[in-house]
């Protein structure tokens, strides 16, 4: 049977490197956030705010990051998702509502068929295990981030965050462990047209949970704002 899950966005992971059955595409316009906002700073119909990246950038609190006491055993997941009852985990439900073309799915959540669209990369996938999904602001990067420590329940939120087209998003295992754990000014997509995006998901991630950033990564961030001056920041605050 074809499942299709739609709470999150379409268009907005694990041991040694993997093969990537994957097909480059030409490169794609950087579409999302980049609409224009009916009134800066107002909160919409469902309570999302709207910035223009420069001001939104300048909500975000800066302070000196902290990774002492860091471990990835804090940040619990994957749990079991929205269904309790289709046998997916988050993870597998992320990969699911981001599918171009949607797999089949068997008894325990297997995935065989489908096809996605790598967006840090610009690549095509068709194997669902060649995939990672990746926490857009990383587990680390967040705990460097809280500006106060977080309680073991909001950390779970924020690592099982589907409420948000932002916060996962799945891609090649080979450009999510390129990544690791870097903020933006020591790694950045090698697809440069979806860099304005990035840019614009990396601050409405840390906006709605509420997470610092360091110098460096706020001038970076200021510096690709300045070829994006279209980019627009859409977040609702979690609770």
């Not at 268009?11 to 009134?39: C, G, I, K």
């Amino acid at each position: 049977m074809i499942i299709t899950k739609m709470r999150r966005a379409l268009p907005v992971l694990v041991l040694a490197a993997l093969p990537v059955l994957a097909t480059p595409l030409p490169a794609a316009a950087d579409a999302p956030h980049t609409q224009q906002a009916p009134l800066r700073g107002a909160p919409g119909p469902s309570g999302q705010v709207l910035l223009p990246l420069f001001e939104a950038i300048n909500q975000v609190p800066v302070a000196a990051e902290h990774r002492e006491g860091y471990s990835r055993t804090l940040y619990k997941h994957w749990n079991k998702g929205l269904s309790a009852t289709d046998g997916c985990n988050t993870r597998k439900e992320v990969i699911l509502t981001e599918a171009v073309e949607a797999p089949l799915v068997a008894p325990g959540c297997a995935l065989t068929g489908g096809s996605w669209l790598s967006k840090y990369d610009n690549v095509v996938v068709t194997d669902a295990a060649r995939l990672d999904v990746d926490h857009f602001v990383p587990l680390a990067e967040v705990y460097d981030s809280e500006q106060t420590p977080w309680s073991a329940a909001r950390r779970e939120a924020y690592a099982n965050d589907q409420d948000s087209p932002d916060t996962l998003i799945a891609v090649t295992a080979a450009s999510n462990r390129s990544k690791s754990d870097k903020d933006p000014a020591e790694w950045l997509p090698t697809d440069a047209s979806y860099h304005c995006t990035y840019a614009a998901t990396w601050v409405a991630t840390k906006l709605r949970w509420d997470l610092a950033a360091d110098e460096a990564e706020r001038q970076t961030l200021l510096g690709l704002a300045e070829n994006c001056p279209a980019a627009i920041v859409s977040y609702e605050p979690a609770e």
